[in-house]
Structure formats: structure tokens, C-alpha cells
């Protein structure tokens, strides 16, 4: 079945760590987004990628990294420079319509 | 910034009964969609409405554009308890991908038998 997947589900970090979250999609699209959502908010752009090497800030990057080496594959990296880093994070793709397809989310938590 | 404006933030009603939830914006889109959200998930993307469009229906939903008055309404039909979920509007302000798609903070459902 084609679809995103996002891994962990879950992950705590501690102050002044770096941590990877992983994105994985079997759909053949171009285009892959970051988001973060918060408790009670919509949705916030943190970067995005529409071909692969290739890779624009949303609204909300500083702190957040990322890259595109692979079509399948945009891995987001949550720095220590982050300040707030506890939130939802999900990972969507888009075949060139300008729809989203989501994968489930990775909720971080800082300890 | 946000874009799309839910409302009402929450909803509770009884199976059977309709849902109508809405979404206002503040510039001119080039389309209007609506996503689901079921706690703890992803979205999914339940239909697209264009700027030219007044109207669409897809299965027990419909949704209506009224670009006047830059506001959007989903309504959905004969509601059931898997119904419960957040519903979010997202537009698209004019350019036919999703890198300027802006969400809203979404009206949250809830389906009760």
C-alpha cells in the first residue's frame, strides 16, 4: 500500500540534544512538507522540498533542519536551538495538486 | 498567520443529526480544502473546493464557497459516531500547490451514540 510513513511515534529528548524524525513515502511525489502542530492550533510550516536536493524554509524554520537526498526520503532534524521544541510533527506529500497526504506523526517531548 | 478561522472551535452532537461547521479567510484563494484529523493522527484530505465553485459533494459531505463573503462551510449528513475527529480548512491563496496552503485551528467533533 503506498503511503507515508513517519517514525518514531514517539520520542523525549532532553535539553540540548538533536533529534531526528524520519519520513518515508512510497507514492512517487515530488513535492514533501514538515509540519508542527500544537495543542489547539492549526498547522505551521516548517519546510518543505518540491525535487529532491532541493529544499525552502516555511514560516517557522529557525531551530529545525533538513534534506532531501532521496525522492522517498526528507528527514527533519530538531536542534538544540529550538527552544520549544515539545509538539506534534507531521510529515505530508503532494503529487503536484496541491493536496496533502499525511503520514501519522511523531510526537516529541522535551524532558 | 492564520488563514482559515473554524468555527465553532468544538461541536457535540448525537448520531443521526448534521454537522455544520465553517471557515472564514481574509484574501483570495485559488482553492479551499477540508481536512479530518482523528486524535493523535494525520489528516486526510476530504475534498477541495475552487474559488470558481459555489458548491461540492462527495458522499455524505458538502461543502459550499462563498468568496464574497470569504467564508466556507462543510456540512456532513446523518452523522456517525466514526464522524468524531477534528476538521480543518486549509486555502491555497493563489498558486495550485501546497507550499503556501494555510491551515486553521480547526473545529473539533464529536459524534456521541
Known amino acids: 500500500d503506498g503511503g507515508i510513513t513517519q517514525s518514531p511515534k514517539y520520542l523525549f529528548r532532553k535539553e540540548g540534544q538533536n533529534v531526528t524524525l524520519s519520513c518515508e513515502q512510497n507514492?512517487?511525489?515530488?513535492?514533501m512538507y514538515w509540519y508542527r502542530q500544537d495543542p489547539g492550533q492549526g498547522l505551521r510550516l516548517i519546510y518543505y522540498s518540491q525535487i529532491v536536493n532541493d529544499f525552502q524554509k516555511g514560516d517557522i524554520a529557525e531551530g529545525y533542519s533538513v534534506s532531501r537526498e532521496k525522492k522517498e526520503s526528507f528527514p527533519l532534524t530538531v536542534t538544540s536551538a529550538q527552544k520549544n521544541p515539545t509538539a506534534f510533527y507531521l510529515c505530508?506529500?503532494?503529487?503536484?495538486?496541491?493536496?496533502?497526504?499525511f503520514g501519522a506523526g511523531s510526537r516529541l517531548t522535551v524532558l | 498567520s492564520q488563514q482559515g478561522e473554524e468555527d465553532p472551535q468544538a461541536l457535540s452532537i448525537q448520531e443521526g443529526e448534521n454537522a455544520t461547521m465553517n471557515c472564514s479567510y481574509k484574501?483570495?484563494?485559488?482553492?479551499l480544502q477540508w481536512y479530518r484529523q482523528n486524535s493523535g493522527r494525520g489528516l486526510v484530505h476530504l475534498i477541495l473546493?475552487?474559488?470558481?465553485?459555489r458548491e461540492k459533494h462527495s458522499g455524505r459531505l458538502r461543502v459550499t464557497l462563498d468568496t464574497s463573503k470569504k467564508s466556507s462551510s462543510l456540512l456532513i449528513t446523518a452523522s456517525r459516531a466514526a464522524d468524531t475527529a477534528s476538521y480543518f480548512c486549509a486555502t491555497d491563496p493563489n498558486t495550485g500547490t501546497a507550499s503556501k496552503l494555510t491551515f486553521g485551528t480547526g473545529t473539533r467533533l464529536q459524534v456521541t451514540l
Open positions: 507514492l512517487n511525489h515530488d513535492a
Open positions: 484574501t483570495s484563494i485559488n482553492n
Open positions: 505530508a506529500s503532494d503529487p503536484g495538486r496541491g493536496v496533502l497526504t
Open positions: 473546493i475552487r474559488s470558481n465553485e
